[in-house]
């Protein structure tokens, strides 16, 4: 079995992704959702969970915003809305939230997500034993541990296999912060297409914007793994998710659907590196331009990550 969950952007882009052999679509709102490719009102999340059950799918609602005390104070209401329109399960790091779904008896499932932190097969199962049914790994793990966090855990892990990562938030608005110092007048949000590099190095081109959350900052090139799909699932690392952030649209229902071809291949034991060739081919051409892809850390020595 091989689970995949992808983003939406959009209610048009939801319909095409449930047609798919895809089997979770992930979505929320602005307060309480985190660097998702777009936020949705209350009625088009009703929409999505309808959308998603009649077609056999899953609806994942990210409730993983940093909870600050006043969103805290707010949160069992929209856990409550969220229960009452039968969202299958939600993300979610705040060890608070946490408290307050046991406290409260919501039925909700929850997946553990806290970003960089989830790194060990003991932090994914400390949770597991806390009820989580399973966890989002940090994108920052080389496959030599990835296989045997995969072999010690309770509950899945899920792997990104395509998309951005975020290297860098906060709370404070950094980019508003500098325009005005410098005097300067510019829009900040992630359509705009701000980019920051190093200077020592000006090939990297870091995407940056601010949302209500503060300020995001992602690497240069986004994670794309489809040459290694075959080695996660000789490992057992079989959830994977599509995130479209940087890829709107039909590009991204396009390269889902590579991915999907991938999936049945490696199910169905069909699985060629000229398969793989001719899907990555796939991927490039809907990839956006202006972004580059690798396997970002998979094939680093975990000796040498700090």
């Not at 398969?275 to 990839?287: D, F, N």
Request: one cysteine or more; a negative charge.
């Amino acid at each position: 079995m091989i689970e995949i969950s992808t983003t939406v952007d959009s209610l048009e882009q939801a319909r095409q992704l449930v047609e798919l052999d895809i089997d979770v679509i992930c979505f929320g709102e602005e307060e309480f959702g985190l660097r998702l490719p777009h936020y949705f009102t209350r009625e088009e999340m009703t929409e999505l969970v309808q959308l998603a059950h009649s077609k056999g799918k899953k609806a994942r609602v990210a409730v993983s915003a940093i909870m600050h005390p006043d969103k805290m104070e707010r949160i069992p209401e929209y856990l409550g809305f969220l229960e009452s329109i039968g969202v299958d399960d939600i993300i979610v790091g705040d060890p608070g939230v946490i408290y307050v779904l046991r406290r409260d008896g919501y039925k909700l499932p929850y997946v553990y997500n806290a970003e960089t932190m989830v790194t060990s097969s003991r932090q994914v199962n400390f949770w597991a034993k806390r009820g989580a049914t399973g966890a989002i790994l940090a994108r920052e793990i080389p496959f030599e541990e990835l296989q045997q966090i995969a072999k010690d855990t309770q509950v899945f892990t899920e792997v990104l296999v395509y998309g951005a990562t975020c290297i860098h938030h906060s709370k404070r608005p950094l980019i508003t912060n500098y325009f005005n110092f410098t005097k300067q007048q510019d829009n900040v949000s992630k359509e705009d297409g701000l980019f920051i590099s190093e200077p020592k190095d000006e090939e990297t081109h870091y995407s940056i914007f601010e949302d209500k959350h503060g300020t995001h900052i992602y690497a240069t090139n986004d994670v794309d793994l489809m040459f290694e799909l075959k080695e996660l699932y000789d490992a057992g690392l079989r959830h994977w998710k599509l995130d479209g952030m940087y890829t709107p649209g039909e590009d991204f229902v396009s390269i889902v659907s590579s991915f999907i071809i991938a999936k049945k291949a490696l199910v169905e034991d069909t699985w060629t590196q000229d398969l793989a060739k001719s899907l990555q081919k796939t991927i490039m051409e809907h990839h956006p331009k202006g972004r580059s892809l690798d396997t970002g850390f998979y094939y680093l020595d975990p000796e040498e990550i700090k």
